[in-house]
């Protein structure tokens, strides 16, 4: 299965934008990329996804890099609430059951 | 209703004892997952049933045996338990059955120590 990359931990201030990025260098054409996040003392769950081009939602967006080896998730004002720890995971299209969190991001926001 | 429910929240027991966790969701989603999660770790797929069907098997160790009685139901059933075995233990649900990219509804797991 194709890997990801996170730093382990980075800190925001509050309302400030937030920048996690995400190395996946072994990405194959079928992979999408998610993120997830999970917040102390609950299950992980969905941010966003995208295959190449950049994705945008409610609670955040998704640029992907041209070549698609690196992504970035953008959380565009931090609050508080934003602190957990965000993970970057490739699902490939044919066998997406088969989900495998990388190692992650935790998020610190500084009030 | 986009809850996946899981009960019970917290369980503790020897390591002699048989218990169950149970699963359960309401959005008519087809794919449902159990995931392992030690303290400050990911959480590690351990099986997935897609139509009620067990579709993988993470090469789970046979003390832990899952069952899907029906759609909307899953069950781990927990017998001969080891300490390292102390995890919070994770369902979800996708609405896809097989493959695809569905969203991973997630429970908030429950925290089971062994003794």
């Known amino acids: 299965d194709a890997k990801t990359t996170q730093p382990n931990s980075m800190e925001s201030n509050e309302e400030e934008p937030v920048h996690l990025p995400c190395n996946h260098s072994?990405?194959?054409?079928?992979?999408?990329i998610h993120w997830y996040r999970q917040l102390p003392s609950q299950g992980p769950e969905y941010v966003i996804h995208g295959l190449t081009s950049n994705v945008n939602n409610r609670m955040a967006s998704l640029a992907i890099a041209e070549d698609r080896k690196s992504s970035t998730l953008i959380l565009h004002r931090a609050t508080l609430r934003d602190a957990a720890v965000y993970y970057c995971i490739l699902r490939d299209v044919y066998t997406g059951n088969q989900f495998y969190f990388g190692t992650g991001t935790s998020l610190t926001v500084i009030p | 209703d986009t809850e996946v429910t899981q009960t019970p929240k917290h369980l503790v027991m020897g390591m002699t004892n048989k218990k169950s966790l149970k699963c359960e969701q309401h959005?008519?989603?087809?794919?449902m997952y159990w995931y392992k999660q030690k303290a400050k770790k990911p959480p590690e797929l351990m099986f997935v049933?897609?139509?009620?069907?067990?579709?993988i098997n993470e090469s789970v160790p046979s003390r832990f045996s899952p069952e899907c009685p029906n759609s909307s139901l899953l069950n781990l059933h927990l017998h001969a338990l080891q300490p390292e075995d102390s995890a919070l233990y994770l369902c979800?649900?996708?609405?896809?059955?097989?493959?695809?990219?569905?969203?991973?509804?997630f429970g908030p797991g429950t925290r089971l120590t062994v003794t």
């Open positions: 072994t990405i194959s054409g079928t992979d999408y």
């Open positions: 049933y897609s139509y009620e069907k067990l579709s």
């Open positions: 959005m008519g989603h087809r794919a």
């Open positions: 979800a649900s996708s609405q896809d059955g097989l493959a695809g990219l569905g969203e991973q509804y």
